[in-house]
């Protein structure tokens, strides 16, 4: 199952640093390890990285398949990998930067993939894999220039924004594909229980969001952005988060969520 789910992939806070952004944002402080990731923002083949808040997310978009990448040091000390497949379940693995190169693996799980993504300094980039006795890995190229932005996905999630704060939880469900699903817990959700998840907080407050980046493969596109959340009666449980979302082409053109998740913005929480 590791070796199906490792294939699947490749197919589909201390003293800060400032980051140089690429498109046009404000330049945020994320630790000195994250500001070490610069090397790898930005769009290699099937592959992008976008940092948005305090992580880094990284989305490849494959035939019709994805996977999303997000890399931060919100909960611990270290850097942390949270990857998905297709919408499927979270892994977290731990990790640390070197030149050009950052590695994880989970620590609870002998035997269980080591990934690492690493850079030859040539515009290259490599995605490893390595399982038991075997090794998968994929390489992207650089793309120059960059890939450009995908105006209607990001009018669609701004839709989706304003959608919900109308609407609530049913703006937030007409948003998603039937069989759309977002992580709570690092598990996927969809249907009721998804409406199960997001209704009580909706109901509570506001969920404000917008996108700072986006990119499209034919059908299939990423939008990726920041969240705030504004409660009604308690202040107190405000906060901020961002997010990547997987946008899913229908047949009448219209966009439909496929996929969401997201992670705090520990340095603007209350």
């Known amino acids: 199952m590791r070796r199906l ?13 400032p980051v140089a952004d690429m498109h046009g944002l404000t330049p945020r402080t994320v630790s000195a390890e994250m500001a070490s990731l610069g090397w790898l923002e930005g769009d290699w083949d099937r592959m992008h990285w976008r940092f948005a808040g305090d992580s880094l997310y990284g989305v490849t978009l494959d035939g019709g398949a994805f996977s999303t990448m997000i890399i931060d040091d919100v909960n ?3 850097l942390h990998l949270y990857w998905s497949t297709g919408g499927g379940e979270q892994v977290d693995m731990a990790g640390a930067a070197g030149n050009n190169v ?3 693996h989970d620590r609870n799980a002998p035997g269980s993939p080591a990934v690492s993504l690493r850079s030859n300094h040539t515009n290259e980039l490599e995605l490893r894999v390595d399982i038991a006795d075997a090794i998968v890995s994929d390489r992207f190229k650089r793309r120059t220039p960059p890939a450009e932005n995908a105006p209607e996905l990001e009018t669609a999630d701004r839709t989706f924004s304003a959608q919900v704060g109308t609407r609530g ?3 937030w469900m007409e948003a998603f594909e039937p069989t759309g699903t977002m992580l709570s817990k690092g598990k996927p959700v969809s249907g009721t229980a998804m409406r199960d998840v997001m209704k009580p907080l909706l109901d509570t407050g506001t969920l404000r969001w917008a996108p700072i980046a986006s990119g499209v493969a034919d059908t299939i596109g990423f939008t990726v952005g920041t969240a705030k959340f504004e409660a009604k009666d308690a202040p107190k ?11 899913a082409k229908q047949t009448d053109g219209s966009w439909k ?3 969401d998740t997201g992670r705090p913005i520990v340095k603007n929480t209350k």
């Open 76 to 78: 611990a000390k270290e």
């Open 237 to 247: 449980d405000n906060w901020q988060s961002s997010y990547v979302t997987i946008w």
């Open 169 to 171: 939880i049913d703006g």
């Open 257 to 259: 969520v496929r996929f």
């Open 102 to 104: 950052v590695s994880f």
């Open 5 to 17: 789910v490792a294939i699947a992939l490749l197919a589909g806070c201390g003293s800060g640093s």
